[in-house]
């Protein structure tokens, strides 16, 4: 039997009845992608797993042993008991009724095997390598790897519209799939200064790169430009990428470009990046919360100083919180916020860290004190971008520094 290839298939299990016999290791590791194919799942055994527990209501279980008439009305069976005997009787009680049937243990006696299998972008991938499992696994694992990356791109969404992609902190590797997918989907990529450019190499000969930063200066009227672009873009047929540092919607100006977009009749896509406010300090060695230390953070624009009549910040109420504080675009301002800050009630000895590019190549670590944090800035000629963490994790992260 076992000298012809298996015949592939896709099931589609939605609301059809799964047997699955064991709840050990072997399960836990099917059940969920029976779950998420929608299937009606039925697991019989005397013991489960924590995990598989875990899933009631999604599946049904049966603690007890198997008996043959579990697999009734069933359309597909799992026997995976780490008991061959056992297994031997599902695969025999779904024979018997002609249901398809694979078995953990001993894949020559099952009528059907389980293929290795990922998604991506809505494809399934399922590799089946004659009974190796690890051949399969390795090669699911390479097939995956070069769709994510663009070398195998027949299935990239290529509909027209605007995708807010957040592209981390910096640090090339720091970016989503989802972000990378979105880049290799791009006609046009309109990308900011903090966004990792590294990966604009990548992008192929056709897609119009436009650089946010080489546009005429002028906050408001490059972000009306901006949004005019991806707008017009669009509306002729592009797939536009916006491409920005960290997150859109944190200090990214997202939701103005998405309310633009929305008034347009543009589709909007968005893909969460990794915020700085969080990944910097996190890479520098920093949590922005410890069990015991902080029960918050808060982060903060710094672009305004405390008293701008602009401002939206209440300094004061900041300086009676206890938790750990973020500050981000706040290089110039330093000196005036972290004044406000101790005349608010934060003790001057409060331990203040600076992370200059973060995550990049030239990275810059500086530890200092809420009362010395202006004065390190200016003596040391720090630029942005920069993210100051002010609290007691920074101390907790650098003990020696603060004895
Ligand atoms: N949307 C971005 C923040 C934009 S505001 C995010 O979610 O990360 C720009 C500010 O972010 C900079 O002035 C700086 O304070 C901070 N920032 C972004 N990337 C940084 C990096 N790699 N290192 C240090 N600060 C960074």
Request: with cysteine.
């Amino acid at each position: 039997m076992s000298e012809f290839p298996p015949y592939p298939s896709g099931l589609r299990l939605a609301g059809r009845r799964v047997v699955v016999v064991g709840g050990g290791n072997v399960a836990q590791r099917r059940v969920p992608v029976l779950i998420a194919s929608g299937a009606d799942v039925t697991l019989v055994s005397p013991v489960v797993t924590p995990a598989i527990e875990g899933l009631v209501p999604e599946i049904t279980i049966e603690l007890r042993e198997f008996v043959d008439s579990d697999v009734e009305g069933a359309w597909y069976v799992i026997a995976a008991t780490a008991n061959p005997e056992v297994n031997a009787r599902v695969s025999r009680a779904a024979e018997a009724r002609r249901i398809f049937c694979v078995r953990a243990d001993d894949a020559s006696e099952a009528t059907a095997w389980t293929p290795a299998t990922g998604r991506h972008e809505g494809v399934t991938v399922a590799v089946l390598a004659n009974r190796e499992p690890r051949k399969s696994a390795a090669m699911r694992d390479e097939i995956l790897v070069a769709l994510r990356e663009g070398v195998i791109t027949a299935t990239h969404d290529r509909t027209p519209g605007v995708v807010l992609v957040g592209g981390g902190p910096g640090d090339p590797e720091l970016v989503t799939i989802a972000a990378r997918n979105a880049l290799a989907s791009a006609d046009v990529v309109v990308a900011d200064r903090l966004a990792p450019r590294e990966l604009l190499d990548e992008l192929g000969p056709h897609v119009e790169l436009i650089d946010v930063a080489k546009l005429p200066r002028g906050r408001s009227a490059s972000q009306e430009e901006i949004n005019r672009l991806i707008i017009d873009r669009a509306l002729a047929g592009k797939r536009v990428v916006r491409f920005k540092g960290g997150d859109n919607f944190v200090f990214g100006r997202g939701y103005e470009e998405m309310l633009a977009c929305a008034e347009a009749g543009v589709p909007v896509t968005v893909v969460p990046g990794l915020t700085s406010a969080i990944s910097v300090p996190a890479r520098a060695g920093i949590p922005v919360t410890h069990r015991g230390v902080a029960h918050e953070f808060t982060v903060i624009s710094g672009h305004l100083p405390p008293g701008h009549r602009d401002s939206l910040v209440n300094w004061s109420a900041v300086a009676q919180l206890r938790g750990t504080v973020v500050l981000l675009m706040a290089v110039d301002n330093a000196a005036a916020i972290a004044t406000a800050l101790v005349a608010g009630g934060r003790p001057p000895g409060t331990p203040a860290a600076v992370v200059v590019e973060g995550t990049m190549p030239g990275e810059q670590r500086v530890l200092t004190t809420l009362g010395a944090l202006g004065a390190d800035i200016a003596a040391l000629g720090l630029r942005p971008p920069a993210i100051i963490v002010i609290g007691d994790v920074v101390a907790v992260a650098n003990p020696d520094h603060y004895g």
